[in-house]
């Protein structure tokens, strides 16, 4: 591992101590987790753009430039933590019960709306399905799926 690594995993473990690690991480959908990344780049070109001052001096521009390289250790480091979330998610939804096994084939779905799921049979296996927990009915929305098509949600 080089350096660069070795600060990431350290960063990573820094997280971890400050948020509590997967049972903290596992319930943050995708659309949220692209916020945390959002949020540190906006920090990483915020300290980039002050590196393009022309009358900055040597000691600032040492500052800048690290607090520069620390946010992209940090955008590293949420990016990993997204993905390692995503891989729990996506292991534990393979040791599923037969009943999320139906809803992966298509043969039952979920109706979304009135504040209540309801799994139904659906008629075929083209049933649209999301991973269970990560997405809501504003994802939906955004992809003009009507709330009543049967999916996880």
Known sequence: MNKIHVEIKAERLRQDAEWGG?????VHEPEKWCGFLRHQLRLAD????????????????????????????KVAAVAIAAIESLERIMQKRTGS???????ANGRLGVRIGGGKNEAIPTENSSSIFAIPGLCRDNCDRRANIPASIYHFS
């Open 97 to 103: 019960s037969d009943k999320e096994a139906e809803f």
């Open 46 to 73: 915020r300290a980039a753009c002050s590196l393009a001052t022309d009358e900055i001096t040597g000691g600032e521009e040492q500052a800048l430039i690290d607090g520069y390289r620390e946010r992209l250790i």
């Open 22 to 26: 997967s049972t903290h991480d596992d």
